[in-house]
């Protein structure tokens, strides 16, 4: 990533945001959800530097959508050209072990997306990206409670594209 490449990131609230330790969460988690948090300020505030701290050099990328909707993938990599139109506006921020969803819309409230982020030892490792998908998160347990209850337990929904007219995917813990 080029240092005159200009990020665009907006958020409601991301400047204020203090991650807390929430009810059933424990303290790498709440360290994770601090260390996305740091992702989003640096690139609101385009500090490229801090960018590169966070982020590993071979970042694992997975992406769900169309491809005219990889605006991460372009803002982060230079790539090909981003739209500077496209702003993600973060809405919430919650963390399950290494894993880190944060959901949010462009600032037109057309496009809503997931970004599941993987931390490793403060380091960001992995992002997948929905866009326009509904994600429902499920923590898997031992095949013995499986087949006792039929069904995995549903820990997160999202919660901005959850109408029924997006398609849905599970993402196993």
């Known amino acids: 990533m080029s240092e005159t490449h200009s990020f665009q990131i907006q958020s409601l609230d ?5 991650p807390c330790l929430q009810e059933g969460e424990d303290a790498e988690e709440a360290r994770n959800k601090k260390t996305v948090t740091a992702l989003y300020r640096a690139l609101t505030s385009n500090d490229v530097d801090v960018v590169h701290l966070l982020l590993a050099p071979y970042l694992e990328w997975w992406f769900h959508g169309p491809p005219t909707h990889q605006h991460l993938n372009r803002l982060l990599t230079g790539a090909s050209p981003y739209d ?7 809405l919430s921020i919650v963390a399950f072990g290494s894993m880190v969803l944060v959901e949010g819309f462009d600032d037109c409230r057309s496009v809503s997306w997931v970004h599941a982020w993987t931390v490793t030892d ?4 992995q992002v997948r990206e929905y866009y326009n998908t509904s994600v429902t998160v499920t923590r898997l347990s031992s095949p013995e409670i499986r087949s006792q209850s039929g069904n995995c337990q ?3 929904q999202s919660k901005l594209a959850d109408n029924g007219s997006v398609p849905g995917l599970v993402l196993a813990l």
């Not at 991301?14 to 203090?18: D, R, T, V, Y």
């Not at 500077?84 to 973060?90: C, D, I, W």
């Not at 403060?122 to 490792?125: E, F, V």
Request: glycine letters at 6%.
């Open 84 to 90: 500077p139109s496209f702003k993600f506006v973060p």
């Open 122 to 125: 403060g380091i960001i490792t």
């Open 154 to 156: 549903s820990v997160w």
């Open 14 to 18: 991301l400047a204020n945001f203090q």
